[in-house]
Protein backbone atom coordinates (compact mmCIF):
# COMPACT_ATOMS: atom_id res chain seq x y z
CA UNK A 1 0.00 0.00 0.00
CA UNK A 2 2.77 2.38 0.55
CA UNK A 3 4.38 1.59 -2.55
CA UNK A 4 0.89 2.73 -4.47
CA UNK A 5 0.45 5.50 -2.66
CA UNK A 6 3.87 6.79 -3.53
CA UNK A 7 3.80 6.25 -6.91
CA UNK A 8 0.23 7.80 -6.94
CA UNK A 9 1.63 11.17 -6.53
CA UNK A 10 4.41 10.64 -9.25
CA UNK A 11 1.58 9.63 -11.34
CA UNK A 12 -0.38 13.20 -10.19
CA UNK A 13 2.92 14.49 -10.83
CA UNK A 14 2.76 13.61 -14.65
CA UNK A 15 -0.87 14.58 -15.06
CA UNK A 16 -0.46 18.13 -13.68
CA UNK A 17 3.04 18.24 -16.01
CA UNK A 18 2.01 21.65 -17.19
CA UNK A 19 1.12 23.27 -14.12
CA UNK A 20 2.45 26.93 -14.35
CA UNK A 21 0.35 30.17 -15.46
CA UNK A 22 -3.14 29.39 -16.56
CA UNK A 23 -3.84 26.59 -14.39
CA UNK A 24 -3.38 22.50 -14.90
CA UNK A 25 -4.15 22.25 -18.64
CA UNK A 26 -2.63 18.56 -18.72
CA UNK A 27 -5.46 17.64 -15.65
CA UNK A 28 -7.80 19.49 -17.62
CA UNK A 29 -7.02 16.95 -20.43
CA UNK A 30 -7.08 13.95 -18.58
CA UNK A 31 -10.63 12.68 -20.01
CA UNK A 32 -9.65 12.95 -23.15
CA UNK A 33 -6.75 10.61 -22.79
CA UNK A 34 -7.94 8.16 -25.84
CA UNK A 35 -11.38 7.76 -24.38
CA UNK A 36 -12.76 9.20 -27.70
CA UNK A 37 -11.91 6.25 -29.52
CA UNK A 38 -14.76 4.05 -27.39
CA UNK A 39 -17.52 6.79 -27.74
CA UNK A 40 -17.14 7.06 -31.46
CA UNK A 41 -18.46 4.08 -33.81
CA UNK A 42 -15.84 1.60 -33.48
CA UNK A 43 -14.30 0.39 -37.28
CA UNK A 44 -11.22 -1.34 -38.39
CA UNK A 45 -9.15 0.78 -38.11
CA UNK A 46 -5.11 0.95 -36.47
CA UNK A 47 -2.77 3.41 -36.34
CA UNK A 48 1.46 3.34 -35.50
CA UNK A 49 3.25 5.93 -34.29
CA UNK A 50 7.06 5.51 -33.49
CA UNK A 51 8.15 7.73 -30.98
CA UNK A 52 11.60 7.80 -29.69
CA UNK A 53 13.33 7.78 -26.45
CA UNK A 54 15.39 10.95 -26.49
CA UNK A 55 17.39 11.88 -29.22
CA UNK A 56 18.87 9.74 -31.43
CA UNK A 57 17.67 7.24 -28.45
CA UNK A 58 15.49 3.76 -29.22
CA UNK A 59 12.34 3.90 -30.60
CA UNK A 60 8.86 2.73 -28.75
CA UNK A 61 6.09 1.82 -31.16
CA UNK A 62 2.37 3.35 -30.42
CA UNK A 63 -0.35 1.82 -31.26
CA UNK A 64 -3.71 3.34 -31.69
CA UNK A 65 -6.49 0.59 -33.19
CA UNK A 66 -10.31 0.45 -33.24
CA UNK A 67 -11.64 -2.72 -34.70
CA UNK A 68 -15.84 -4.11 -35.07
CA UNK A 69 -14.56 -7.76 -36.42
CA UNK A 70 -10.84 -8.45 -36.43
CA UNK A 71 -9.36 -11.50 -35.02
CA UNK A 72 -5.59 -12.02 -34.33
CA UNK A 73 -3.95 -14.95 -35.51
CA UNK A 74 -1.86 -16.55 -32.24
CA UNK A 75 1.10 -14.23 -32.44
CA UNK A 76 4.08 -13.17 -29.72
CA UNK A 77 6.60 -9.85 -29.36
CA UNK A 78 9.54 -9.43 -28.14
CA UNK A 79 8.63 -6.99 -25.89
CA UNK A 80 6.10 -5.69 -23.08
CA UNK A 81 2.79 -5.15 -24.65
CA UNK A 82 0.84 -2.69 -22.40
CA UNK A 83 -2.73 -2.38 -23.66
CA UNK A 84 -5.65 0.59 -22.37
CA UNK A 85 -8.94 -0.33 -23.60
CA UNK A 86 -10.53 2.33 -24.53
CA UNK A 87 -14.30 1.00 -25.67
CA UNK A 88 -16.15 -2.11 -26.30
CA UNK A 89 -14.10 -5.55 -25.17
CA UNK A 90 -11.99 -7.65 -26.25
CA UNK A 91 -10.94 -11.79 -25.39
CA UNK A 92 -7.60 -12.21 -25.55
CA UNK A 93 -6.39 -15.92 -25.62
CA UNK A 94 -3.33 -15.91 -23.16
CA UNK A 95 -1.80 -18.13 -20.95
CA UNK A 96 -4.24 -21.11 -21.29
CA UNK A 97 -7.20 -18.87 -20.61
CA UNK A 98 -9.09 -15.82 -21.59
CA UNK A 99 -9.04 -12.63 -20.41
CA UNK A 100 -11.76 -9.96 -21.32
CA UNK A 101 -10.90 -6.56 -21.27
CA UNK A 102 -13.04 -3.45 -20.95
CA UNK A 103 -13.07 0.14 -20.86
CA UNK A 104 -10.56 1.27 -18.13
CA UNK A 105 -8.63 -1.48 -17.70
CA UNK A 106 -5.15 -2.06 -18.43
CA UNK A 107 -3.48 -5.43 -20.36
CA UNK A 108 0.02 -6.37 -19.48
CA UNK A 109 1.21 -9.43 -22.00
CA UNK A 110 4.84 -10.61 -21.91
CA UNK A 111 7.44 -10.71 -24.15
CA UNK A 112 7.46 -14.06 -25.60
CA UNK A 113 4.04 -15.09 -24.38
CA UNK A 114 1.74 -16.38 -27.25
CA UNK A 115 -1.73 -14.45 -27.44
CA UNK A 116 -4.92 -13.76 -29.79
CA UNK A 117 -7.19 -11.14 -29.62
CA UNK A 118 -10.66 -10.59 -30.81
CA UNK A 119 -14.15 -9.12 -29.77
CA UNK A 120 -15.66 -9.69 -27.14
CA UNK A 121 -19.04 -10.29 -28.43
CA UNK A 122 -20.82 -10.07 -31.89
CA UNK A 123 -21.96 -6.09 -31.78
CA UNK A 124 -19.63 -4.19 -29.82
CA UNK A 125 -16.16 -4.61 -31.54
CA UNK A 126 -13.15 -2.88 -29.19
CA UNK A 127 -10.54 -0.64 -29.16
CA UNK A 128 -7.52 0.18 -27.47
CA UNK A 129 -4.24 1.90 -27.29
CA UNK A 130 -0.95 -0.16 -27.03
CA UNK A 131 2.33 0.57 -26.72
CA UNK A 132 5.42 -2.23 -27.27
CA UNK A 133 8.68 -1.70 -24.25
CA UNK A 134 11.73 -3.15 -24.24
CA UNK A 135 11.82 -5.14 -21.08
CA UNK A 136 14.75 -3.03 -19.53
CA UNK A 137 12.19 -0.25 -19.14
CA UNK A 138 10.32 -2.25 -17.37
CA UNK A 139 13.52 -2.96 -15.36
CA UNK A 140 14.43 0.74 -14.29
CA UNK A 141 13.94 1.59 -10.81
CA UNK A 142 12.96 -2.19 -9.51
CA UNK A 143 15.02 -4.98 -8.30
CA UNK A 144 14.77 -8.58 -8.99
CA UNK A 145 15.07 -9.05 -12.23
CA UNK A 146 12.47 -8.76 -15.13
CA UNK A 147 9.01 -7.14 -14.36
CA UNK A 148 6.43 -10.84 -13.81
CA UNK A 149 2.68 -9.79 -13.77
CA UNK A 150 1.42 -12.79 -12.22
CA UNK A 151 -1.94 -11.43 -13.59
CA UNK A 152 -2.44 -9.87 -16.83
CA UNK A 153 -5.80 -7.81 -16.50
CA UNK A 154 -5.35 -4.72 -14.14
CA UNK A 155 -7.21 -2.21 -12.81
CA UNK A 156 -5.95 1.07 -12.03
CA UNK A 157 -8.09 4.35 -12.69
CA UNK A 158 -5.09 6.90 -11.99
CA UNK A 159 -2.62 4.89 -13.97
CA UNK A 160 -4.99 3.91 -17.13
CA UNK A 161 -5.66 7.89 -17.65
CA UNK A 162 -1.83 8.69 -16.74
CA UNK A 163 -0.96 5.97 -19.86
CA UNK A 164 -3.83 7.16 -22.07
CA UNK A 165 -3.09 10.92 -21.76
CA UNK A 166 0.60 10.24 -22.25
CA UNK A 167 -0.72 7.98 -25.91
CA UNK A 168 -2.77 10.40 -26.95
CA UNK A 169 -0.22 13.30 -26.70
CA UNK A 170 3.12 11.33 -28.28
CA UNK A 171 0.99 9.91 -31.01
CA UNK A 172 -0.11 13.12 -32.11
CA UNK A 173 3.59 15.03 -31.59
CA UNK A 174 6.29 12.48 -30.32
CA UNK A 175 8.54 14.84 -28.94
CA UNK A 176 11.81 12.57 -28.00
CA UNK A 177 12.32 14.13 -25.42
CA UNK A 178 8.84 14.61 -23.91
CA UNK A 179 8.54 10.69 -25.10
CA UNK A 180 11.58 10.01 -22.49
CA UNK A 181 10.75 12.08 -20.24
CA UNK A 182 7.14 10.45 -19.36
CA UNK A 183 6.70 6.53 -20.89
CA UNK A 184 9.70 5.26 -19.13
CA UNK A 185 8.19 6.92 -15.90
CA UNK A 186 4.82 5.14 -16.09
CA UNK A 187 6.29 1.93 -17.51
CA UNK A 188 8.48 1.97 -13.92
CA UNK A 189 5.43 2.67 -11.85
CA UNK A 190 3.75 0.12 -13.81
CA UNK A 191 6.11 -2.46 -12.82
CA UNK A 192 6.53 -1.13 -9.01
CA UNK A 193 2.75 -0.98 -8.33
CA UNK A 194 1.34 -4.76 -9.91
CA UNK A 195 4.53 -6.97 -10.72
CA UNK A 196 7.07 -9.29 -8.66
CA UNK A 197 9.85 -6.76 -9.23
CA UNK A 198 10.69 -4.80 -6.11
CA UNK A 199 10.78 -0.76 -6.01
CA UNK A 200 14.48 0.65 -5.46
CA UNK A 201 14.64 3.47 -2.83
CA UNK A 202 13.37 7.17 -3.67
CA UNK A 203 15.38 8.79 -2.08
CA UNK A 204 18.70 9.69 -4.22
CA UNK A 205 21.32 11.60 -2.82
CA UNK A 206 22.41 15.09 -4.09
CA UNK A 207 19.13 15.03 -5.77
CA UNK A 208 18.86 19.19 -5.98
CA UNK A 209 22.54 19.59 -7.54
CA UNK A 210 21.54 16.75 -10.48
CA UNK A 211 18.30 18.52 -11.09
CA UNK A 212 20.34 21.69 -11.42
CA UNK A 213 22.79 19.99 -13.59
CA UNK A 214 20.40 18.33 -16.09
CA UNK A 215 18.33 22.21 -16.18
CA UNK A 216 21.82 23.85 -17.12
CA UNK A 217 22.07 21.03 -19.62
CA UNK A 218 18.25 21.71 -21.08
CA UNK A 219 18.64 25.30 -21.29
CA UNK A 220 22.17 25.02 -22.47
CA UNK A 221 20.98 22.99 -25.78
CA UNK A 222 17.54 23.86 -25.69
CA UNK A 223 17.01 23.59 -29.38
CA UNK A 224 18.32 20.08 -29.72
CA UNK A 225 18.55 18.87 -26.02
CA UNK A 226 20.64 15.56 -25.37
CA UNK A 227 18.64 12.25 -23.83
CA UNK A 228 18.01 12.05 -20.12
CA UNK A 229 19.84 8.54 -20.79
CA UNK A 230 23.02 10.56 -21.28
CA UNK A 231 22.79 12.80 -18.95
CA UNK A 232 22.58 9.94 -16.73
CA UNK A 233 25.07 8.36 -17.70
CA UNK A 234 27.65 11.20 -17.63
CA UNK A 235 26.02 11.42 -14.01
CA UNK A 236 26.54 8.15 -12.96
CA UNK A 237 22.76 7.35 -12.19
CA UNK A 238 19.72 5.29 -13.77
CA UNK A 239 17.70 7.44 -15.96
CA UNK A 240 14.61 6.68 -13.22
CA UNK A 241 17.56 8.13 -10.28
CA UNK A 242 17.66 11.25 -12.86
CA UNK A 243 14.01 11.46 -13.65
CA UNK A 244 13.24 11.03 -9.97
CA UNK A 245 15.88 13.57 -8.67
CA UNK A 246 14.54 16.09 -11.16
CA UNK A 247 10.93 16.07 -10.47
CA UNK A 248 11.62 15.77 -6.41
CA UNK A 249 13.43 18.82 -6.99
CA UNK A 250 11.56 20.54 -9.89
CA UNK A 251 8.10 19.59 -9.08
CA UNK A 252 7.60 18.99 -13.06
CA UNK A 253 9.90 16.43 -15.29
CA UNK A 254 11.95 17.45 -17.42
CA UNK A 255 10.34 17.79 -20.30
CA UNK A 256 7.96 20.56 -19.27
CA UNK A 257 10.51 22.29 -17.25
CA UNK A 258 12.45 22.57 -20.90
CA UNK A 259 8.69 23.52 -22.53
CA UNK A 260 8.35 26.49 -20.03
CA UNK A 261 11.83 27.55 -20.73
CA UNK A 262 11.45 27.72 -24.31
CA UNK A 263 8.40 29.79 -23.96
CA UNK A 264 10.56 32.12 -21.65
CA UNK A 265 12.38 32.59 -24.69
CA UNK A 266 10.12 32.68 -27.62
CA UNK A 267 8.55 36.03 -25.55
CA UNK A 268 12.11 37.78 -25.90
CA UNK A 269 12.56 36.71 -29.60
CA UNK A 270 8.60 38.40 -30.07
CA UNK A 271 9.88 41.89 -28.81
CA UNK A 272 12.48 41.35 -31.94
CA UNK A 273 9.56 41.03 -34.49
CA UNK A 274 9.99 37.30 -35.28
CA UNK A 275 7.28 35.82 -36.83
CA UNK A 276 5.94 32.47 -34.63
CA UNK A 277 7.04 30.37 -37.29
CA UNK A 278 10.74 31.64 -36.98
CA UNK A 279 10.48 31.24 -33.38
CA UNK A 280 9.58 28.21 -32.94
CA UNK A 281 12.07 26.51 -34.68
CA UNK A 282 14.84 28.75 -32.87
CA UNK A 283 13.36 27.60 -29.59
CA UNK A 284 13.20 24.32 -30.22
CA UNK A 285 9.67 23.19 -30.82
CA UNK A 286 8.70 20.71 -33.23
CA UNK A 287 6.34 23.42 -35.30
CA UNK A 288 4.19 26.52 -34.37
CA UNK A 289 1.57 24.09 -33.57
CA UNK A 290 3.89 22.68 -30.86
CA UNK A 291 4.93 26.17 -30.29
CA UNK A 292 0.92 27.61 -29.65
CA UNK A 293 0.24 24.20 -27.46
CA UNK A 294 2.68 24.80 -24.91
CA UNK A 295 1.97 28.59 -24.93
CA UNK A 296 -1.36 28.60 -24.18
CA UNK A 297 -0.49 25.98 -21.82
CA UNK A 298 1.81 28.76 -19.84
CA UNK A 299 0.45 31.71 -20.52
CA UNK A 300 -3.33 30.90 -21.47
CA UNK A 301 -2.73 32.80 -24.50
CA UNK A 302 -1.70 32.17 -28.27
CA UNK A 303 1.86 34.18 -29.21
CA UNK A 304 -0.46 36.20 -31.78
CA UNK A 305 -2.75 37.30 -29.02
CA UNK A 306 0.43 37.54 -26.55
CA UNK A 307 2.19 40.25 -29.58
CA UNK A 308 -0.56 41.89 -29.95
CA UNK A 309 -1.68 42.44 -25.91
CA UNK A 310 1.76 43.37 -25.07
CA UNK A 311 3.28 45.37 -27.67
CA UNK A 312 1.79 47.65 -30.55
CA UNK A 313 4.52 47.68 -33.27
CA UNK A 314 3.75 50.07 -36.20
CA UNK A 315 3.10 48.50 -39.56
CA UNK A 316 2.38 45.05 -37.84
CA UNK A 317 -1.10 43.73 -37.59
CA UNK A 318 -2.76 40.93 -36.05
CA UNK A 319 -3.03 39.11 -39.08
CA UNK A 320 0.17 39.77 -39.88
CA UNK A 321 0.99 37.23 -36.24
CA UNK A 322 -2.17 34.85 -36.85
CA UNK A 323 -1.10 31.43 -37.98
Keep these: MGERNRVQRGLGDEQGAGKQGAGNPEVGEQASGGQGLGKRALGEQARWTRARLGRCGPPLDLLTASFRRHVYAPHAHDEYTIGVCVGGSEVIDYRGGHVRTGPGTIIVLEPGEVHTGGPGNPTDGYAYLALYAEPSLLA ?15 DDPALVRALGTAHTQLSACPDPLEAESRLPWLLTALARRHSTARPVPDRVPGAAAI ?19 LLATDLGLSRYQLLRAFRTTMGIPPYAW ?19 AEVAALVGFADQAHLTRWFRRVLGVTPAVYRNSVQDTPGRTGRDWAA
Design 258 to 276: LAQHRVARARTLFDTGLRP
Design 211 to 229: ARTVRDRLAGELADPPSLA
Design 140 to 154: DGTLGGPAHFREPLI
